[in-house]
């Protein structure tokens, strides 16, 4: 009697997540990246427009934003690394999910030495 499929071997493990983690930050990243080459290409049309755009950078509001954008930076290149080792390594795919949390718990320390720094940077702490 044949065993009945149960799905994909990701199907909610920390390989699926990982997955998805990856493609929502590169996407995120690809956006910032077209939306800074744009503001930045401000300056050669309307030095005014580009100081004005430069200017809802000095927020709280884009503070925060930068928060983001680090985690997902930091998030997208550790997990890359562990994608390459899970890829290339012979003990990769047994060690995935271990990898997926020492990527979790590295980028859980760059995260806590950031924010903090960012905050203080941002209300003159």
Do not use: C
């Amino acid at each position: 009697m044949a065993k009945a499929s149960t799905g994909t071997l990701y199907r909610g493990n920390e390989g699926m997540w990982s997955w998805v983690a990856h493609r929502v930050t590169g996407v995120g990243i690809f956006f910032f990246l077209l939306v800074h080459v744009l503001d930045t290409a401000l300056v050669r049309v309307s030095p005014e427009a580009y100081n004005a755009v430069i200017g809802t950078y000095k927020t709280p509001v884009m503070a925060f934003g930068e928060i983001a954008l680090v985690a997902a930076i930091a998030f997208h290149a550790f997990n890359g690394l562990r994608v390459i080792l899970v890829d290339f390594s012979k003990s990769g795919p047994k060690n995935q999910k271990k990898l997926f949390w020492g990527v979790i718990v590295v980028w859980l320390i760059i995260m806590i030495a950031f924010i903090p720094r960012q905050l203080m940077h941002t209300f003159g702490g």
